[in-house]
């Protein structure tokens, strides 16, 4: 790694050993995601399965477990996540840990200046419920929470995931582009912000408007504080649960997230969903993107549900089967609109129109 400059954005430039050992792993997981899946696909056929057409997961999970093809695809699923993270030479984990003194040390100095100024408010009372501490969510060893330096490996982890060039951030301005139009949007939470590139894009695209982003992590807080001030950016960093905001009523005009809802056991929608509508305004918007279910797929449903167990996410299922319609109306959200987004979701095209999309997502807009 080479050495930082106090003048560089916090952090340190990964070597070309660690990048090429990264572009592999993209790779075998591009392998795995395309010829792999397709194959246990097609033996899970010619064992029987039927495909598309019905069935359950106990039958599906009959036919492929003790396939090779798709023994191969899970071990893949499950460890080249921990090579990204743990590999003793190029893994994310032990990059930062080879500087860990330095980079606790000037991320605390940076992110103190914002508590200074209240841009930054952290709580260490927080009561962290358990499902947050208790989870290495995507096997992010100890969770976003453990260490001082969880919120800079998560960064970089989402950061090697994409192809060089590539903004990672499309992913927020797509979820933007789905909010009426018909209204003003003055003051915006991201809700889960993590290290605040949801809140960065928001500001990019409508300056001068209030940005609130909160999180149960004080390390990504610490981390989207520093991020903001590098582009000289002006928003509030807040630790919270999101459950139990501080906020008074109506005080938001828009809030998003971004993949958060797998994330919650499943009995907490209810008061997560009424928590986010009391917070906004009159004609407020609750948007966002989740992970779902290819419908009338039992086979792509299986190796959903299984893909989170294998990479540490253990409310996925539990998620993909709620209701989110009623749940969302039933928080006091009165216009709901649920729609399939396929053009992030999947960079892997299928040799045949006959193979289940291996992933999609849904967008989320609830209007109050």
């Given amino acids: 790694m080479t050495a930082e400059r106090t003048n560089a954005p916090f952090g340190f430039e990964p070597s070309r050993e660690f ?99 209240g841009e930054l408010t952290l709580d260490p009372d927080l009561d962290l419920p358990d499902y947050f501490t208790m989870t290495d969510f995507h096997q992010h060893p100890g969770g976003v929470a453990g260490n001082p330096l969880a919120g800079l490996a998560y960064e970089m982890s989402r950061a090697i995931r994409f192809k060089p060039g590539a903004d990672s951030n499309d992913l927020y301005r797509n979820i933007f582009s789905y909010l009426p139009a018909d209204r003003d949007y003055r003051r915006m939470l991201d809700w889960g912000t993590s290290f605040g590139a949801g809140v960065r894009t928001w500001l990019e695209a409508h300056p001068g408007t209030e940005a609130h982003g909160v999180d149960l992590s004080e390390p990504c807080l610490r981390l989207a504080y520093v991020r903001a001030r590098e582009r000289n950016m002006t928003a509030q960093w807040r630790q919270q649960d999101v459950e139990h905001l501080s906020y008074p009523d109506g005080t938001f005009d828009v809030a998003l997230f971004a993949f958060m809802l797998h994330e919650f056991p499943a009995a907490r929608f209810p008061a997560l969903f009424k928590e986010a509508a009391r917070v906004l305004s009159e004609r407020g918007v609750f948007v966002g993107f989740e992970l779902a279910y290819v419908a009338g797929s039992a086979f792509q449903n299986t190796l959903q549900d299984q893909e989170g167990w294998l990479n540490d996410e253990p409310f996925m299922p539990a998620c993909f089967k709620s209701d989110f319609q009623t749940l969302f109306r039933e928080a006091g959200f009165s216009k709901v609109t649920i729609r399939r987004f396929d053009q992030m979701a999947d960079n892997v095209t299928h040799s045949s129109p006959d193979i289940p999309k291996r992933q999609t997502w849904n967008i989320y807009v609830a209007e109050k």
């Fill in 19 to 117: 990048r090429a050992f990264h572009t592999f792993l993209a790779a075998a997981r591009n392998h795995r995601m395309g010829p792999l899946y397709e194959q246990t696909h097609a033996d899970y056929r010619r064992a029987g399965g039927n495909g598309g057409n019905g069935g359950s997961a106990k039958d599906v999970l009959g036919v492929i477990d003790n396939q090779p093809s798709y023994q191969l695809y899970a071990w893949a699923m499950r460890h080249l996540q921990q090579f990204k993270y743990d590999h003793a030479d190029f893994g994310v984990v032990p990059a930062i840990g080879a500087r860990k003194s330095y980079l606790r040390q000037r991320l605390r100095d940076l992110s103190d200046e914002g508590i200074g100024t």
